[in-house]
């Protein structure tokens, strides 16, 4: 049995039954799984909330106006940047509720479109190309494997059947650490590729937006999804499955604990098992 | 005395997405605790027979349109698809015929809409594409929702 950690930490809701977490699964339930199982408990289980980062809101904010250009070319209209700004600014107004910036919002609100405007200037995707899907939920049975079904929204896909996901991150990204850290998000867009269209993707693209002083794009492609990748997605789905059987909400102390919202209900977590 | 309990499962898919499992348990007593490999290896062989031959009748299964009386006999067989089914899912049917009807929206502009985005009509939209229009209508008619809500209700199940 595990311990109901009390420390007020936030507003705690009902703990979500397993049978609903172990009905279905996606890519940031998987990573979350990965880096730490006790924080994937306080997260999904005890589904304790914590106030937004300034860092996700940067990065919410610019998915949301990407989302917005990339339908612009979707519904065929003309790009205006006069209205993707006032998409960033109503998103950046909308959405900053209770952040602790430490006095640098103006900046990073800057940055923010900053980092846009670079992308627009020296993405790849030209103009007039129309894509074949933007921000679309959808979903995988995988029941005939055994395992859950599959969840997940999928940024964009480029015309031709070229995944994108959008990135923003402090550092220029290295290639390889970026498509070995993405993986399982990768892995898990090409599943859901292949069971919405029938088809294989043609390939996946990291678009990374980089807030540096200099702001950076910087574009990461990757083959589409071998078989050995499929199958290590698989293997670590039916670990997720049978580790929430298990109870298996044990902590992973590393680095990923820097930033890790839940350091203090993890300092006073006591195993979580009374005979 | 020692107790051994042994529980084999299986779960395999069926046409029309759908799947069924079977599972069984057996318990059976033990004098000695050497005697545990020769009898969980029987219990194994025994409860993987069975499920095997009992998993292979299929029972009920929802035809094309995912609420008839299916042939139940055909393991594995994919039945036969009207000539007008749709080709997205049945939730994403359903949800499409919902927004239009409770929105009053005229079904042939839908399915220009379909034409415009995608170069086909509604039915023949794949399950990608018919999430795509489903958005569309649903920023329309105002019920657009955050990326972090797209699979909770009250949409018609999750997409």
């Known amino acids: ?275 | 005395m020692i107790t051994l309990e042994a529980n084999y499962s299986k779960k395999i898919g069926l046409p029309g997405y759908s799947s069924h499992q079977f599972s069984v348990t057996l318990k059976s007593e033990l004098a000695d605790i050497a005697q545990a490999p020769a009898e969980s290896a029987r219990l194994y062989a025994v409860l993987q027979s069975s499920v095997d031959h009992n998993i292979q009748q299929v029972g009920y299964l929802p035809n094309a349109n995912g609420n008839g009386n299916g042939n139940g006999h055909g393991n594995g067989h994919t039945p036969p698809v009207e000539a007008d089914a749709w080709k997205c899912s049945d939730k994403q049917r359903d949800l499409i015929r919902k927004i239009t009807d409770e929105h009053k929206l005229d079904k042939a502009k839908v399915d220009q809409l379909a034409q415009d985005r995608f170069g086909k009509g509604v039915k023949s939209l794949n399950k990608l594409e018919a999430s795509g229009l489903i958005e569309e209508l649903l920023e329309q008619t105002g019920q657009s929702k955050p990326r972090n809500q797209r699979f909770s209700p009250p949409k018609v199940g999750g997409r």
């Open chain 1, 1 to 275: 049995m595990i311990a109901i950690i009390e420390n007020g930490a936030g507003p705690v809701a009902e703990p979500a039954p397993m049978e609903k977490l172990k009905r279905t699964v996606s890519a940031s339930r998987l990573n979350c799984w990965l880096q730490c199982r006790l924080k994937f408990y306080f997260r999904y289980v005890l589904k304790l909330t914590k106030p937004k980062t300034a860092a996700l809101h940067f990065g919410s904010v610019v998915h949301l106006v990407l989302q917005q250009w990339n339908l612009t070319r979707w519904r065929r209209q003309p790009f205006e940047i006069a209205k993707l700004k006032q998409v960033f600014d109503t998103g950046w107004l909308d959405q900053g509720g209770a952040i602790d910036w430490d006095g640098e919002e103006p900046e990073q609100k800057i940055s923010a479109w900053n980092v846009l405007e670079k992308y627009f200037t020296d993405t790849p995707i030209k103009a007039d190309e129309m894509p074949e899907a933007v921000e679309v939920p959808v979903e995988a049975d995988l029941s005939r494997h055994g395992l859950p079904v599959l969840i997940g929204v999928l940024d964009l896909v480029r015309a031709g059947g070229r995944i994108v996901d959008f990135k923003t991150a402090a550092k220029t990204p290295d290639a390889d650490m970026a498509l070995h850290q993405n993986g399982v998000q990768l892995d898990c867009y090409s599943v859901l590729y292949r069971e919405a269209t029938g088809k294989r993707e043609s390939g996946r693209e990291l678009h990374h937006l980089v807030k540096t002083k200099v702001p950076k794009v910087v574009i990461t492609p990757a083959e589409p999804m071998l078989e050995y990748q499929r199958n290590r997605l698989f293997r670590l789905m039916e670990d997720y499955v049978n580790g929430l059987e298990r109870g298996d909400f044990i902590p992973a102390p590393g680095f990923g604990c820097m930033g890790c919202e839940f350091m203090s209900e993890c300092r006073k977590f006591d195993g979580g098992r009374h005979e």
